[in-house]
């Protein structure tokens, strides 16, 4: 990771954070629902996601502020994800990001509903945006929802664990981490550019880039269950294994996996390359999910 992306994370990693604690904190609700939701959200992680929105937003000469909401409720539907997927009923995890998992803490109803709460108030942090147009807002709104709906994650979700017992091609396996995994970033990278003022063609590239950063993102996140270290990536190496989960190194071996992301990689540089954008940022980006260890 260059210095240009570290103090570009360092300066906004925090700054997110922080608004998504406030954002939540402000709210007149009930308050063991209240502190479920910050709990997950104080949970930590990279935000990738508002990130690489805000990264998106200022390659093409727009500014953050402009992006700033959208980017938290993407990353408040990214949060509520990770407590569903987290029940019992889906990958019955105790822990997530190396601290108890919100069910464990809270309960299975609440964490439900603080998932729910997370998912719906996302779209109203968009709606009352006063630095969007009402144009702006719908095609926001409308591209959030395929892209975390039934069209996007949530049919991810429903393959991915319907493959569990199962067998599944290379095919199959990039259409669930399409679905399960690329929208979201493919949201937070096409929507970044098109508020930041990207044209038609900018915006196809940019799409093109996000399908392959997406799948480099799930296909590094295999390997390292493979060959991570349990206190870094936050979850017991090799739980993909126990639950019977299909993976890139379970279908291709784990030199295949590797060789695999890297051909993924040189695609996404291609794509980033057509997309002509004015910041070295994104590449940055890449590389940055390409080799992470956690």
Do not use: W
């Not at 993407?74 to 509520?80: G, K, P, R, S």
């Not at 601290?99 to 464990?104: A, G, L, S, V």
């Not at 291609?270 to 954008?277: D, I, M």
């Amino acid at each position: 990771m260059t210095q240009d992306l570290a103090t570009f994370i360092n300066e906004k990693e925090q700054m997110i954070t922080n608004e998504l604690i406030h954002k939540v904190a402000e709210l007149s609700i009930p308050n063991q629902l209240k502190e479920s939701m910050l709990y997950s959200i104080k949970a930590g992680g990279k935000r990738v996601r508002p990130l690489l929105m805000l990264a998106s937003c200022e390659a093409y000469a727009g500014t953050y502020r402009k992006v700033l909401n959208t980017a938290l409720a993407l990353e408040m539907i990214h949060t509520y994800s990770l407590i569903h997927d987290d029940l019992p009923a889906m990958d019955n995890d105790d822990l997530r990001r190396g601290k108890p998992t919100n069910h464990r803490v809270f309960d299975e109803a609440t964490a439900i509903l603080a998932g729910d709460a997370l998912l719906t108030y996302s779209f109203e942090l968009i709606a009352s945006d006063e630095q969007l147009t009402e144009t702006q807002k719908i095609h926001l709104i409308r591209r959030l929802a395929e892209a975390s709906g039934p069209k996007g994650m949530v049919a991810g979700q429903s393959l991915d664990m319907q493959a569990e017992t199962k067998a599944v091609q290379l095919e199959e396996l990039e259409t669930i981490h399409h679905l399960k995994t690329g929208q979201l970033l493919h949201f937070a990278l096409e929507m970044g550019a098109y508020l930041g003022g990207a044209d038609k063609n900018q915006l196809s590239a940019i799409g093109d880039f996000a399908t392959y950063l997406g799948l480099i993102f799930q296909v590094q996140d295999d390997i390292l269950d493979v060959t991570g270290n349990a206190e870094q990536i936050g979850k017991p190496v090799g739980s993909d294994e126990i639950n019977f989960k299909s993976t890139y190194p379970k279908l291709l071996g784990l030199e295949g996996a590797i060789n695999k992301k890297q051909e993924y990689v040189t695609k996404a540089k291609n794509a980033l390359h057509e997309a002509k954008v004015t910041t070295s940022l994104l590449e940055q980006f890449l590389m940055y999910i390409s080799d992470r260890e956690s």
